[in-house]
């Protein structure tokens, strides 16, 4: 089957990654507008470095570990794409799913932890901030995860072709969501 | 490219870019019926304050405000938008580009049905308890941030939906005007060949696609406050309410460039047509339509003056408002160069585009007052701002839409409309606009607030009161100046003349293509030659000039 | 577009960088005084973001329009970000 978004392109680019590329356009306004909210909310406030003490950093440190490794994995699936080896595809995207929902495991851990102690959204503005934005993070990896798992799904199958590129554009997105984390973690966890 | 697909896949969940416009422009005229009826309940209680509005009942203060809130939030989010950008650009783009559709046809249907489960929520927010959202179509906290102050709860939660599914559709329907635009081109068709729609189109895209991020993160802040208990818009929890405005209004303002650029590129496609005569500089055109829209970023506390913002906010943002009206004034120079010494005819279509061009001079006109800081500490929350956004909305929305739906009917459902039905709706609705919205710049400037219910209960109003009343008249009688389009739009689907493919001996390669275009819209590819509006030219025998035709031979040019 | 493995970075490098860079933020919001530590943590995640961009995203090998469409909103987020500080950080 032809894939209109592969093979039809005026520029040399192909359609697919285009239309990737303006979706995650969006989405660094989207983020950026509540990492641009916190952080003038936050400068002009005080208090907020002791509620942020409460937060789990060996945690967060985790998932940073947990997220940075994922987007190798990712890249390393799309370079078996490129390697023409759908097996090793397979277990890097594999790899990739179990590494992020590991990351949905240990943010729900967290969250149970300190809404336990008492943090809940509604503890202060800080708090608000905090779930706002690890929330909105955390939805977004779910979303990943799911594309992953489906890509997964077809690439063990063998019916990912012709579709391969597929594996590049959701890395694309994969790496966006990791990116975002690379600047929560700092905003909300070292400060 | 043409098998026989069941009726579902036909009509309903179809991924051909022209039948997603048409489910579009449905929903959209139904949405307009709605806001019309918002509108003809809020002037007849303006009027008549306290009566009996016929065919209703009585009107309820807080009732009144969710009018307010629903009339604003419809005719932008669910009327404007969806007509102009994804009904005329679904069904535009791909045909004038000389493309078989769009780069990614069930994402296409995809925003469509999330279009349709937002109107859904919309209309559903209507009928639970509390009523529909009631805090204003620009939703301020902390009215908005909790139940008890507006009395509405899941009202307000499903508005909030309402729109985060309508903003998903549209990034979506973006994503696909964007990259069908940039990649999927038929050959020749190079950037400065583009029909002035098409440019219009996609900066319109480009703006809504970087500027609805920041509120999309405020409605999650929003509705996070209303059910979770977050405090990011409430002050006795360490919150911000002028953040969400910021917010606001960052996506507000180019939102409103959002609809008036198709708008725009409506008018410019026709102009030429009835003129026989190239568009005057398509060029400058594009770069003023660039330079307005990375202005349109910089200018959004003009509607904050007086939120209490810091006052040195004012002078920038006055400098860059002003500012922007260049570029706009621009495009209104070169129309005008357009129809300068034209040979002009005026159907319908290019009646309503010199009726958008009058009424949009006069709503820019009234914007720089609004621009102007000094200026706007006396007409903020005045009616005076109301008039203004009419002249620009309205002009933008239902001057230059029918515009493009008497122009694009034929191409649409292969028929004509009635051409003096056609010219008695634009003579009543200008008439009757025009009656309505001049007076009410006055009532404005003589102090009357907006979103008020009852303008009787204030001693200084009293003395205006005649002119709402003349106001809602003429708003009665404006509405029921629509009655002459429905009935043609209804008849001429069912019994118009049939229509030729080029029925306006136009030049874009719509008009190339059958009418209407089958699965596929061409034939044959298009190849692309020249520019859109070569008109009157020497180089051809009619005074029309197909951007597709090639001109190898004498015989070639005379088909 | 294939990049083709002659021409790819070298994925597990970007990720030993990657990983100590976290490490440098770290260290530093312990051992620095809090101004200098801010701006350090907030230069490394700058970095960090653009090491995943520029290799994992592939943007070193992309046609200029795909960085416009990628710097372009970063851009209006910082206008959005400097036009927010009036009247939230010298305010209160």
Same mark, same amino acid.
């Given at each position: 089957?032809?894939?209109?978004?592969?093979?039809?392109?005026?520029?040399?680019?192909?359609?697919?990654?285009?239309?990737?590329?303006?979706?995650?356009?969006?989405?660094?306004?989207?983020?950026?507008?509540?990492?641009?909210?916190?952080?003038?909310?936050?400068?002009?406030?005080?208090?907020?470095?002791?509620?942020?003490?409460?937060?789990?950093?060996?945690?967060?440190?985790?998932?940073?570990?947990?997220?940075?490794?994922?987007?190798?994995?990712?890249?390393?699936?799309?370079?078996?794409?490129?390697?023409?080896?759908?097996?090793?595809?397979?277990?890097?995207?594999?790899?990739?799913?179990?590494?992020?929902?590991?990351?949905?495991?240990?943010?729900?851990?967290?969250?149970?932890?300190?809404?336990?102690?008492?943090?809940?959204?509604?503890?202060?503005?800080?708090?608000?901030?905090?779930?706002?934005?690890?929330?909105?993070?955390?939805?977004?990896?779910?979303?990943?995860?799911?594309?992953?798992?489906?890509?997964?799904?077809?690439?063990?199958?063998?019916?990912?072709?012709?579709?391969?590129?597929?594996?590049?554009?959701?890395?694309?997105?994969?790496?966006?969501?990791?990116?975002?984390?690379?600047?929560?973690?700092?905003?909300?966890?070292?400060? | 490219?043409?098998?026989?697909?069941?009726?579902?896949?036909?009509?309903?969940?179809?991924?051909?870019?022209?039948?997603?416009?048409?489910?579009?422009?449905?929903?959209?005229?139904?949405?307009?019926?709605?806001?019309?009826?918002?509108?003809?309940?809020?002037?007849?209680?303006?009027?008549?304050?306290?009566? /009996?509005?016929?065919?209703?009942?009585?009107?309820?203060?807080?009732?009144?405000?969710?009018?307010?809130?629903?009339?604003?939030?419809?005719?932008?989010?669910?009327?404007?938008?969806?007509?102009?950008?994804?009904?005329?650009?679904?069904?535009?783009?791909?045909?004038? #580009?000389?493309?078989?559709?769009?780069?990614?046809?069930?994402?296409?249907?995809?925003?469509?049905?999330?279009?349709?489960?937002?109107?859904?929520?919309?209309?559903?927010?209507?009928?639970?308890?509390?009523?529909?959202?009631?805090?204003?179509?620009?939703?301020?906290?902390?009215?908005?941030?909790?139940?008890?102050?507006?009395?509405?709860?899941?009202?307000?939660?499903?508005?909030?939906?309402?729109?985060?599914?309508?903003?998903?559709?549209?990034?979506?329907?973006?994503?696909?005007?964007?990259?069908?635009?940039?990649?999927?081109?038929?050959?020749?068709?190079?950037?400065?060949?583009?029909?002035?729609?098409?440019?219009?189109?996609?900066?319109?895209?480009?703006?809504?696609?970087?500027?609805?991020?920041?509120?999309?993160?405020?409605?999650?802040?929003?509705?996070?406050?209303?059910?979770?208990?977050?405090?990011?818009?409430?002050?006795?929890?360490?919150?911000?309410?002028?953040?969400?405005?910021?917010?606001?209004?960052?996506?507000? *303002?180019?939102?409103?460039?959002?609809?008036?650029?198709?708008?725009?590129?409506?008018?410019? /496609?026709?102009?030429?047509?009835?003129?026989?005569?190239?568009?005057?500089?398509?060029?400058?055109?594009?770069?003023?339509?660039?330079?307005?829209?990375?202005?349109?970023?910089?200018?959004?506390?003009?509607?904050?003056?007086?939120?209490?913002?810091?006052?040195?906010?004012?002078?920038?943002?006055?400098?860059?408002?002003?500012? #922007?009206?260049?570029?706009?004034?621009?495009?209104?120079?070169?129309?005008?160069?357009?129809?300068?010494?034209?040979? #002009?005819?005026?159907?319908?279509?290019?009646?309503?585009?010199?009726?958008?061009?009058?009424?949009?001079?006069?709503?820019?006109?009234?914007?720089?007052?609004?621009?102007?800081?000094?200026?706007?500490?006396?007409?903020?929350?005045?009616?005076?701002?109301?008039?203004?956004?009419?002249?620009?909305?309205?002009?933008?929305?239902?001057?230059?839409?029918?515009?493009?739906?008497?122009?694009?009917?034929?191409?649409?459902?292969?028929?004509?409309?009635? /051409?003096?039905?056609?010219?008695? *709706?634009?003579?009543?609705?200008?008439?009757?606009?025009?009656?309505?919205?001049?007076?009410? *710049?006055?009532?404005?400037?003589?102090?009357?607030?907006?979103?008020?219910?009852?303008?009787?209960?204030?001693?200084?109003?009293?003395?205006?009161?005649?002119?709402?009343?003349?106001? !809602?008249?003429?708003?009665?009688?404006?509405?029921?100046?629509?009655?002459?389009?429905?009935?043609?739009?209804?008849?001429?689907?069912?019994?118009?003349?049939?229509?030729?493919?080029?029925?306006?001996?136009?030049?874009?390669?719509?008009?190339?293509?059958?009418?209407?275009?089958?699965?596929?819209?061409?034939? !044959?590819?298009?190849?692309?030659?020249?520019?859109?509006? /070569?008109?009157?030219?020497?180089?051809?025998?009619?005074?029309?000039?197909?951007?597709?035709?090639?001109?190898?031979?004498?015989?070639?040019?005379?088909? | 577009?294939?990049?083709?493995?002659?021409?790819?970075?070298?994925?597990?490098?970007?990720?030993?960088?990657?990983?100590?860079?976290?490490?440098?933020?770290?260290?530093?919001?312990?051992?620095?005084?809090?101004?200098?530590?801010?701006?350090?943590?907030?230069?490394?995640?700058?970095?960090?973001?653009?090491?995943?961009?520029?290799?994992?995203?592939?943007?070193?090998?992309?046609?200029?329009?795909?960085?416009?469409?990628?710097?372009?909103?970063?851009?209006?987020?910082?206008?959005?970000?400097?036009?927010?500080?009036?009247?939230?950080?010298?305010?209160?």
């Amino acid at each position: 089957m032809d894939s209109r978004a592969q093979t039809l392109t005026s520029t040399g680019i192909p359609t697919g990654k285009v239309g990737v590329w303006w979706f995650l356009a969006s989405e660094i306004t989207v983020f950026g507008g509540l990492i641009a909210s916190y952080i003038v909310v936050r400068l002009g406030s005080s208090g907020w470095s002791e509620a942020a003490a409460h937060l789990n950093f060996s945690l967060g440190l985790a998932n940073t570990f947990v997220l940075l490794t994922s987007s190798l994995t990712m890249v390393l699936a799309f370079a078996a794409v490129e390697d023409k080896d759908p097996k090793r595809l397979g277990t890097y995207l594999g790899l990739t799913v179990l590494l992020g929902l590991a990351f949905l495991i240990i943010k729900a851990f967290e969250y149970t932890g300190e809404i336990a102690a008492g943090f809940t959204p509604a503890a202060g503005i800080f708090w608000s901030f905090y779930y706002g934005m690890t929330g909105l993070h955390a939805l977004h990896v779910l979303a990943g995860v799911i594309t992953n798992v489906i890509l997964s799904i077809a690439a063990i199958g063998k019916v990912l072709r012709p579709n391969e590129h597929r594996v590049e554009l959701a890395g694309l997105y994969w790496h966006f969501v990791d990116i975002v984390w690379i600047f929560l973690f700092p905003l909300l966890y070292l400060t | 490219m043409s098998e026989e697909l069941s009726f579902w896949r036909t009509y309903v969940f179809s991924t051909d870019h022209k039948t997603i416009a048409k489910q579009y422009l449905s929903l959209g005229l139904f949405w307009a019926l709605v806001g019309g009826l918002t509108a003809y309940l809020m002037r007849w209680q303006l009027a008549y304050p306290d009566t /009996e509005v016929p065919g209703w009942g009585f009107i309820a203060p807080d009732f009144y405000n969710m009018l307010v809130t629903m009339h604003g939030t419809i005719m932008v989010f669910f009327v404007a938008m969806p007509i102009l950008l994804a009904s005329f650009g679904n069904f535009l783009i791909p045909l004038m #580009i000389g493309s078989r559709d769009m780069a990614f046809p069930r994402l296409n249907m995809l925003s469509f049905w999330v279009f349709s489960l937002a109107s859904l929520t919309l209309l559903i927010s209507f009928f639970v308890p509390g009523g529909a959202a009631s805090a204003g179509w620009t939703g301020y906290p902390p009215l908005s941030a909790k139940a008890a102050y507006t009395g509405v709860n899941w009202g307000l939660n499903l508005w909030i939906l309402a729109l985060a599914l309508e903003f998903a559709s549209f990034l979506m329907g973006g994503v696909n005007f964007l990259t069908t635009t940039i990649n999927l081109r038929a050959p020749g068709m190079t950037f400065f060949r583009l029909p002035l729609i098409v440019w219009m189109q996609i900066t319109a895209a480009v703006l809504f696609m970087l500027s609805v991020g920041p509120l999309i993160a405020g409605a999650v802040m929003l509705l996070m406050d209303r059910v979770l208990g977050t405090t990011f818009y409430l002050p006795e929890g360490g919150g911000e309410p002028l953040l969400w405005q910021h917010l606001f209004w960052f996506f507000g *303002h180019p939102e409103v460039y959002v609809i008036l650029l198709p708008g725009l590129g409506i008018v410019l /496609e026709i102009m030429p047509v009835f003129s026989r005569k190239p568009i005057f500089g398509y060029r400058p055109i594009i770069y003023s339509t660039i330079a307005a829209g990375m202005l349109s970023f910089i200018v959004w506390a003009h509607h904050q003056f007086l939120s209490g913002m810091d006052p040195r906010l004012a002078m920038p943002f006055s400098i860059t408002t002003i500012i #922007i009206s260049v570029p706009f004034a621009l495009i209104v120079f070169a129309m005008i160069a357009t129809l300068w010494r034209a040979s #002009i005819s005026f159907p319908p279509p290019m009646l309503f585009a010199l009726g958008t061009l009058s009424i949009f001079i006069l709503g820019g006109l009234t914007g720089i007052f609004n621009g102007s800081a000094p200026v706007d500490i006396y007409i903020h929350d005045t009616y005076f701002v109301v008039a203004h956004f009419h002249y620009t909305l309205f002009s933008a929305t239902f001057f230059a839409g029918f515009a493009g739906l008497y122009f694009w009917f034929p191409k649409m459902f292969g028929r004509m409309m009635n /051409e003096p039905l056609g010219k008695m *709706h634009f003579w009543l609705t200008f008439i009757f606009f025009n009656a309505g919205f001049v007076p009410m *710049h006055f009532v404005g400037l003589g102090g009357m607030m907006r979103r008020i219910a009852n303008p009787m209960q204030y001693e200084f109003l009293q003395p205006l009161q005649p002119i709402n009343t003349f106001i !809602t008249i003429a708003s009665v009688l404006l509405l029921l100046s629509q009655i002459p389009f429905v009935v043609n739009f209804l008849w001429s689907l069912m019994r118009g003349q049939v229509a030729e493919r080029n029925p306006w001996q136009a030049n874009t390669l719509e008009w190339s293509a059958a009418s209407p275009p089958p699965h596929g819209n061409f034939e !044959t590819v298009p190849a692309v030659y020249r520019s859109p509006y /070569e008109y009157s030219s020497p180089e051809a025998a009619e005074d029309w000039l197909p951007q597709d035709r090639p001109l190898a031979s004498p015989a070639a040019a005379r088909q | 577009m294939m990049i083709g493995e002659q021409n790819r970075p070298n994925y597990f490098g970007i990720w030993m960088a990657l990983l100590g860079l976290v490490a440098i933020s770290i260290a530093a919001s312990i051992v620095l005084p809090k101004s200098l530590a801010l701006l350090l943590i907030f230069a490394v995640a700058i970095a960090k973001a653009l090491l995943v961009a520029l290799n994992y995203m592939h943007l070193k090998y992309e046609k200029l329009l795909l960085y416009i469409i990628a710097i372009v909103p970063v851009v209006i987020v910082i206008i959005l970000l400097f036009a927010l500080f009036p009247d939230f950080v010298f305010h209160r």
